[in-house]
Structures are given as C-alpha cells and as structure tokens.
C-alpha cells in the first residue's frame, strides 16, 4: 500500500529552522517523485518543493527559494525539507505528496499520494 507519513512539525519562531520528514513506502519511493505542499488556513494548497526519484534534482516554489532545502536519503526512503529563515507567512499545514509523472506533481490535481499534514506555526 503506497503510504507517506509526515513528521517533525511544530512552534518556531520568525527566523528560525524546521526540519519535516516523510517517511515512504519501498515501492513509492522507488517509483515515484516525493515532495512538499502546503495550506494556509482559508487558502488552497500549494505546491512548496520536489525531488526527482531517480536522480535527487530538486525544484522549488518562487516563495522558498533559498530559504528552503529538500533531499532524500535512499536508505531510509525519507524525504526532507529543511527550512530555514522560516516567515509568519510560511505557517501552514504541511503535506508530503506523490506521483509517478514528475508534471504531475507539479499541480495538486495531479498529485496521486497525499499525506496526512505536519502543522508548521511560525510566531513573529
């Protein structure tokens, strides 16, 4: 059964760091690009960085870049977002998400495998 599960949400304050894990399936992870959304509360969901399944190129929204890092350790079949200079605007739940189509992944509607969400609080 394809599963992600989140963990490592939680309270920072204006500036500071988080780091979220999913943890994934043998098979997702082999097969499919992993990354990150998120959704203000009142706001849609939107996309916040991936990561290529077969080469661990990463890709980025406009809002995070270079504040934000994503990567994934094999082993484990985990992926990371480290984030950093972390904003009261970067609060949000934040869900780990699948598809096998690397456009796919890129739009919610595409996506085929949703976690069930960290909340991530940022206090100015």
């Known amino acids: 059964q394809v599963q992600l599960v989140e963990s490592g949400g939680g309270l920072a304050q204006a500036g500071g ?27 849609e969901r939107n996309f916040v960085a991936a ?7 990463p890709h980025y929204a406009d809002s995070v870049k270079g504040r934000f890092t994503i990567s994934s350790d094999n082993v484990k079949k985990t992926v990371y ?10 609060t949000a739940v934040y869900y780990c998400a699948a598809a096998r189509d690397w456009s796919h992944l890129q739009v919610a509607s595409g996506v085929e495998t949703w976690g069930k969400g960290t909340l991530v609080t940022v206090s100015s």
Request: charged fraction near 15%.
């Open 51 to 57: 990561v290529t399944w077969y080469n661990g190129i």
């Open 17 to 43: 760091s988080l780091t979220l894990s999913c943890a994934a399936s043998e098979r997702t992870f082999s097969t499919s690009h992993i990354g990150w959304y998120r959704q203000a509360p009142g706001k």
């Open 81 to 90: 977002l480290q984030m950093n200079s972390l904003k009261p605007e970067d």
